[in-house]
């Protein structure tokens, strides 16, 4: 089974500034892992994805995330948020099986303000 | 195109009420999925369908009565709900073999 752990449930920082999102995971076999944002009443939107490959993976927004195997993290990050930035963002897991059972993280709210 | 399109967005349903819930994809996706999200907290996996068939089932109570008449549709039919069932129903699709998920705006449920 996996699990994700995202450690801050808030992060306050100014518009401009870089940002980082931390995302750790557990599990005992390859996995597959997300980050989707989610604005106010609104469903969730996928920013990134790592399936295989490069361990640096771009996204929508200008948002990228870095798949670090070791230390079994896949931290979101961006050089400058903007405002429109706000909202709470979910890094998920899943396993390599036919149709994949997402397992979520507890979710980090991103509050920029000018 | 990348939508899942979700009906009502907005649904208040007394205990003793029957509504269903509606998603549509038509991404050709073979698997949907059904989630409950209550506030402040991540999205909790309901249901899957796979090729039109029910294979996952994560113990939801039977006043949840999920349905997929076909590849593009998927329903979630309500029945005698409790007011703690109030919260955003979330459904996404995905394609064979491919791994990721892509929701619709969700139904937010007030049961009263």
């Known amino acids: 089974a996996q699990s994700v752990t995202q450690l801050d449930s808030q992060v306050p920082v100014f518009e401009e500034a870089p940002v980082e999102l931390r995302c750790n995971y557990s599990?005992?076999?390859?996995?597959?892992l997300f980050w989707y944002v989610q604005y106010p009443n609104q469903g969730l939107q996928l920013l990134l994805k790592?399936?295989?490959?490069?361990?640096l993976v771009k996204g929508i927004n200008g948002f990228e995330a870095e798949f670090n195997k070791s230390q079994t993290s896949f931290h979101l990050r961006k050089p400058s948020v903007h405002i429109s930035d706000t909202a709470e963002y979910f890094c998920?897991?899943?396993?390599?099986?036919?149709?994949?059972?997402?397992?979520f993280g507890t979710g980090t709210r991103l509050l920029v303000s000018p | 195109d990348t939508e899942v399109t979700q009906t009502p967005k907005h649904l208040v349903m007394g205990m003793t009420n029957k509504k269903s819930l509606k998603c549509e994809q038509h991404?050709?996706?073979?698997?949907m999925y059904w989630y409950k999200q209550k506030a402040k907290k991540p999205p909790e996996l309901m249901f899957v369908?796979?090729?039109?068939?029910?294979?996952i089932n994560e113990s939801v109570p039977s006043r949840f009565s999920p349905e997929c008449p076909n590849s593009s549709l998927l329903n979630l039919h309500l029945h005698a709900l409790q007011p703690e069932d109030s919260a955003l129903y979330l459904c996404?699709?995905?394609?064979?073999?491919?791994?990721?998920?892509?929701f619709g705006p969700g139904t937010r449920l007030t049961v009263t």
């Open positions: 996404a699709s995905s394609q064979s073999g491919q791994a990721e998920q892509y």
């Open positions: 599990s005992s076999v390859s996995v597959y």
């Open positions: 790592y399936l295989s490959g490069s361990t």
């Open positions: 998920a897991v899943s396993d390599h099986t036919g149709f994949q059972k997402l397992v």
């Open positions: 991404m050709g996706h073979r698997a």
């Open positions: 369908y796979s090729y039109e068939k029910l294979s």
